[in-house]
């Protein structure tokens, strides 16, 4: 899954516009009934409705409904949509509990909307209220959101401000439960484009959330994952001005992974990687610094498994999230009696301590020393010493997943 957070905003942004448009042609409909105040049912048997609902690839219970009530100046209007299913491309993307929308018109502004509405097909937006939106108790398969189009040239100028909360949703990934979550998002609503303004969003693992997850997002990692394993987080991601050239979002929470494996793909150096076992993680990140822990165990496969329980591997430092795409590393690994071979030819292997230095964004700067306590296979033994290499750990023109 390569799932970007402005492609989900975007697409949960698609649905409202979809939901305005659903709520101002039932306005448009029922608009001279509006002075006593009138509250119906949203029954699917109705041809219109129907029509309607299949447009936007929404589905809710018969018993939802929609109620409006004028004063002098203004029709406050209230729609429910009970058990909604939103999907996109026919598969589901939002599937909630309740979906509750209010708003407010004015009745000159709601003529005015109208007559636009039905003389062109083209509104000014400036019409509307601001637009709330509640989403309960909503699960989310971000695997079923597509592409939405990027920057799109806006010459009408009007706008209208919807908010946007999620509370107690989940978060799906496929079968996989990720979490659950809570969301505010504040846009401004264009003709052709919505733009966000700020957003904040909360995440907590499931009690089920597998590490083996984790591995996709780094290119080095082969895969994580043990059946004695448990993975926590608590994160919130917050941008309050999302516009702003910037960088603007604060990352606030902490990650804690307990009794996992972890198999890389390759080291930055020749030599074949082995599997750390009994791995803890801990991270807790404050205003996007994060104190980074590792403790984990690199086992000898020349010796018995059971012999070796004690940690040999600790890696320590701070991880600076301020630009959260490229986190700037500076970290300290401390190894003792850790076993390495080389690559092409295991035989060529040995027993060290380390001390490495890891230091950088895209491109890591590492450095330290090596402790040679025992060599084999080496036409000469091998000697302490010390060392400088690079090592990129993304591509310059990956792109962005936060802005």
Do not use: C
């Not at 989310?140 to 592409?147: E, G, S």
């Not at 380390?354 to 491109?363: A, D, E, F, Q, Y």
């Not at 296979?377 to 310059?396: A, C, N, Q």
């Amino acid at each position: 899954m390569n799932i970007t957070i402005p492609k989900l905003l975007r697409t949960i942004l698609s649905v409202v516009v979809s939901f305005i448009l659903f709520l101002t042609v039932t306005i448009i409909g029922f608009y001279f009934l509006l002075q006593d105040g009138v509250e119906f049912s949203l029954d699917k048997s109705n041809q219109t409705l129907d029509n309607l609902s299949k447009r936007f690839e929404l589905e809710f219970d018969n018993d939802s409904s929609i109620s409006f009530k004028a004063n002098n100046k203004e029709i406050n209007t209230y729609l429910v949509l009970n058990n909604a299913v939103i999907r996109r491309f026919g598969n589901i993307l939002i599937d909630s509990e309740k979906i509750s929308l209010n708003t407010s018109l004015d009745f000159k502004n709601t003529l005015l909307f109208s007559f636009q509405l039905i003389r062109n097909n083209k509104t000014e937006l400036n019409l509307f209220n601001p637009v709330n939106i509640n989403v309960k108790g909503a699960d989310l398969f971000i695997n079923n959101i597509k592409n939405e189009n990027e920057v799109v040239e806006e010459l009408n100028k009007d706008y209208f401000p919807v908010i946007i909360n999620f509370k107690d949703g989940r978060l799906f990934d496929e079968t996989i439960l990720i979490g659950s979550f809570n969301l505010n998002l504040n846009v401004n609503q264009y003709q052709q484009r919505s733009d966000i303004n700020s957003y904040k969003i909360r995440l907590k693992s499931s009690e089920v959330f597998p590490a083996s997850y984790i591995a996709q997002f780094f290119t080095d990692v082969d895969k994580i994952g043990d059946d004695k394993e448990s993975v926590s987080f608590d994160l919130t991601l917050e941008d309050k001005k999302y516009l702003s050239d910037d960088n603007s979002s604060v990352l606030n929470g902490i990650i804690q992974i307990r009794n996992t494996t972890m198999r890389l793909k390759k080291f930055p150096v020749e030599l074949k990687p082995e599997p750390i076992r009994r791995l803890n993680f801990d991270l807790n990140i404050i205003d996007n610094l994060a104190q980074a822990s590792l403790i984990g165990t690199v086992y000898n496969p020349k010796k018995s498994l059971s012999l070796q329980t004690k940690p040999n591997l600790q890696i320590g430092g701070t991880i600076d999230f301020e630009d959260i795409l490229k986190p700037n590393l500076n970290l300290i690994v401390n190894g003792y009696d850790i076993y390495f071979a080389k690559l092409e030819n295991i035989n060529l292997n040995g027993v060290t301590d380390l001390t490495v230095s890891i230091i950088g964004k895209n491109v890591l700067d590492l450095s330290g020393s090596l402790k040679i306590k025992k060599s084999s296979g080496f036409l000469v033994p091998l000697k302490d010493t010390e060392f400088k290499t690079e090592h990129r750990i993304r591509e310059e023109n990956e792109k962005k997943w936060i802005k």
